[in-house]
Each structure stands twice: as structure tokens, then as C-alpha cells.
């Protein structure tokens, strides 16, 4: 059985309490809830908050390897074509890099046409 975008709130939502209004905001529109949820990751890439990206990235791959081909093209132009891992002189963020799931990286390179450093 395929996992659905209700799964994936529901998740997300029980897991980051502090996304809850943002993405409610989104009307329901799944793009605009994955823009908040990349926007969320982003944040905390840039801050190095190591744990809660760990758990951004395995909720994603686990989402992107399991639900239906609709929303994980959702996953792949709102969330993993987003990211950005290089390295600024206000964030370090290549760490982000060798943490990201290899099967996201692969859809990254695959967009992106090199890595994310």
C-alpha cells in the first residue's frame, strides 16, 4: 500500500509541532505544504541542527521511496531540487550533503546535473 500526502502532514506534523500553522496556511495545496516543509530543512541545514535534518531527510526518503508517483514528483521539485548545500561565508552546509539519502542525491544530481557541493 502506497503512503499518501496525509501521512506524510500527519507525520511531519506530530514531528515538527512548529510547522503546523505553516503548513495549514497552505490551503491544502501540496506544493506550498512541501515548500514549507523544504523551507523548514533549509533553515535548519543553515543553523546545523544535525538531528532534526536527519529526520527531515528520513521522513522525505521514506515518502519519496513509498507513496505514489504524484507526490513523490511533489517530493522531488518542492523539496529535494530546492536544497542548497553549498557552503556560504554566514552557513556551512556541505555536512547536509554527505547526510542526504543517496536515492534523494541521485534525483538531485539528476535535476541539478552535478552535486550539491
Given at each position: 500500500m502506497?503512503?499518501?500526502?496525509?501521512?506524510?502532514?500527519?507525520?511531519?506534523?506530530?514531528?515538527?509541532?512548529?510547522?503546523?500553522?505553516?503548513?495549514n496556511?497552505?490551503?491544502?495545496?501540496?506544493?506550498?505544504e512541501?515548500?514549507?516543509?523544504?523551507?523548514?530543512?533549509?533553515?535548519?541545514?543553515?543553523?546545523?541542527?544535525?538531528?532534526?535534518?536527519?529526520?527531515?531527510?528520513?521522513?522525505?526518503?521514506?515518502?519519496?521511496?513509498?507513496?505514489?508517483?504524484?507526490?513523490?514528483?511533489?517530493?522531488?521539485?518542492?523539496?529535494v531540487?530546492?536544497?542548497d548545500?553549498?557552503?556560504?561565508?554566514?552557513?556551512?552546509?556541505?555536512?547536509?550533503?554527505?547526510?542526504?539519502?543517496?536515492?534523494?542525491?541521485?534525483?538531485?544530481i539528476?535535476?541539478?546535473?552535478?552535486?550539491?557541493?
Amino acid at each position: 500500500m502506497k503512503l499518501e500526502r496525509s501521512q506524510f502532514l500527519k507525520e511531519v506534523k506530530e514531528l515538527f509541532p512548529e510547522l503546523i500553522s505553516k503548513i495549514n496556511l497552505e490551503g491544502g495545496l501540496s506544493t506550498f505544504e512541501m515548500d514549507a516543509f523544504c523551507a523548514f530543512t533549509q533553515k535548519n541545514i543553515n543553523a546545523g541542527e544535525k538531528e532534526t535534518v536527519i529526520m527531515c531527510f528520513q521522513i522525505v526518503e521514506k515518502y519519496y521511496k513509498e507513496s505514489n508517483s504524484k507526490f513523490k514528483d511533489v517530493i522531488s521539485t518542492c523539496f529535494v531540487e530546492c536544497l542548497d548545500f553549498k557552503n556560504t561565508k554566514k552557513n556551512i552546509r556541505e555536512w547536509a550533503w554527505e547526510l542526504f539519502p543517496q536515492l534523494l542525491k541521485e534525483d538531485y544530481i539528476n535535476f541539478h546535473g552535478k552535486s550539491g557541493i
